[in-house]
């Protein structure tokens, strides 16, 4: 009797702290936020044994075609041994797992992202946002060095709470309704920095899409965004005729860029107009098809990156392809993040114009980067501060080149004002 007086008190106890528990929740954490660890190794057999499977031509029907025909035979023959036999994804799975992620749920998304913070109660919270066909995966070498307080140029003591959301539709963020825009996803994140987060205000970092979406949150919340680093920008970069007509001089890296660009605009528009026009036929042909995802993502990082990836500073190599490659395909999500195209496709603006915000713009071009932005016109777009030129990287600048991408970004801390 006493024994079960005794657990049914104990029981209302339980109970009655579990209705606490439950009431503290619905209050603190509306956004659903919960710490997320990858775990994908159970997938891998299935992967390999398809690797295993598939089989590529013995040798290239026409040699001499050169990459501005897609990748060649040797290079995805190259990636997909290294695929099967070298390639260990616990160990790249372990590498990202060092980044605190966490998953959050806004306007019934669930939006997974890495949380990095510096030690230094100042820090700028900064978030940085990849494009196609990156992830989270390509700001790895800069997250962990932005974290820690370093001098800089003005002698200002600079660091940062370092955020690196997925897209919706890519790797471990869920798949967006229909008509979807970048607009969209700048809304949820700039409600993920100041909402789920609680910082007040903060910075934003875009390649690519992300690019998209950082110009989204530097025009749209003006209050919130108080700085803005771009290595790419939503805009249609001048013709060359334009540029000549406009008495502007090129320096040698920009020469570099601008050939970049002429060549992406008149051989590399495929893979984008497919994307924009029909992502169900792409996105739906290498949906399980891994060397397929390999070869048609593998082109891209190797054709606009430097031409010396994966030779320091570069850390653009096979493994690092892969691990992208791989997180896609295991994720389910390369339909999804083909979407985007055909979500947004008007993503390049073609009037330059200023939006209401004083924040600070920063820029900066990386040579081999498919496109060039004249310093006289990003000044078009914003309150440029800071136009900087490198030589060496370039669309991916995370791992073409991440000194140089932590130091442009480092930069930031010379003008931002919370
Ligand atoms: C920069 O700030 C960090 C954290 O506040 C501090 O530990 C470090 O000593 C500072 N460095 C310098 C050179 O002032
Ligand atoms: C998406 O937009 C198109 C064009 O505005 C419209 O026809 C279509 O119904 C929209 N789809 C959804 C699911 O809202
Ligand atoms: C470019 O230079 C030429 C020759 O000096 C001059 O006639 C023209 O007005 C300049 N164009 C612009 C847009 O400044
Ligand atoms: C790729 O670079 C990383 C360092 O960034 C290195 O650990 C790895 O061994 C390299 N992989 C190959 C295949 O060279
Ligand atoms: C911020 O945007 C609002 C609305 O567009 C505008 O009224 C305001 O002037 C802007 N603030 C700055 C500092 O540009
Ligand atoms: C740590 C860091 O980014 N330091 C940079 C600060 O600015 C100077 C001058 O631009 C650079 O040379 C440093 O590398």
């Given amino acids: ?68 025909k897609g990748i060649d035979l040797e290079t995805l023959r190259a990636l997909h041994t290294d695929w099967l036999t070298a390639f260990d994804w616990e160990t790249q799975q372990a590498e990202l797992n060092q980044l605190t992620q966490f998953t959050a749920v806004i306007e019934g998304l669930t939006v997974h992202f890495v ?136 320096s040698d890296a920009q020469k570099v860029a601008e050939q970049r660009y002429i060549e992406l605009t008149t051989i590399g528009m495929g893979y984008f107009i497919e994307q924009t026009t029909k992502p169900n036929d792409i996105g739906l042909a290498l949906y399980d098809n891994p060397v397929g995802q390999l070869a048609w993502m593998g082109t891209t990082f190797k054709h606009y990156s430097d031409p010396r990836a994966g030779t320091p500073p570069s850390v653009l190599n096979n ?11 295991l994720t389910e999500s390369f339909l999804s993040s083909v979407w985007i195209y055909a979500q947004n496709p008007n993503m390049f603006k073609s009037v330059y114009a200023k939006p209401p915000t004083d924040a600070p713009l920063l820029f900066s071009m990386y040579a081999y980067n498919p496109g060039l932005w004249p310093e006289e016109y990003v000044a078009k777009i914003g309150n440029l501060v800071s136009y900087k030129v490198h030589d060496f990287g370039g669309h991916f600048a995370g791992l073409d080149n991440p000194p140089a991408l932590i130091e442009d970004i480092r930069e930031i801390g010379l003008y931002f004002e919370a």
Avoid: C
């Fill in 115 to 250: 949380h990095e913070k510096s030690p230094d109660p100042d820090a700028i919270p900064v978030i940085l946002i990849h494009g196609w066909p990156g992830s989270f995966q390509e700001f790895l070498p800069v997250i962990q060095p932005l974290t820690q307080p370093s001098l800089n140029a003005s002698g200002k003591n600079v660091s940062f709470n370092v955020v690196v959301p997925s897209l919706p539709g890519f790797i471990f963020s869920s798949v967006p309704p229909a008509n979807w825009t970048t607009d969209d996803t700048a809304r949820i994140f700039n409600t993920l920095m100041t909402k789920v987060l609680g910082y007040s205000t903060y910075a934003v970092h875009g390649t690519d899409w992300g690019s998209s979406v950082a110009y989204s949150l530097y025009s749209s919340f003006n209050t919130t965004v108080r700085a803005a680093h771009f290595v790419f920008i939503p805009f249609v970069p001048p013709s060359s005729q334009e540029i000549a007509e406009n008495n502007i001089t090129l």
């Fill in 319 to 329: 493994t690092a392809i892969l691990t992208s490659v791989t997180l896609y395909y």
């Fill in 1 to 68: 009797m006493g024994l079960s007086l005794n657990l049914t008190a104990r029981l209302v106890l339980v109970t009655t702290f579990a209705t606490v528990l439950v009431a503290a929740g619905a209050t603190t954490n509306t956004y659903n936020l919960k710490p997320f660890k990858i775990n994908l190794a159970g997938k891998i057999p299935r992967l390999k044994s398809i690797l295993h499977d598939t089989h590529l031509p013995a040798k290239a029907l026409y040699p001499d075609a050169g990459p501005g």
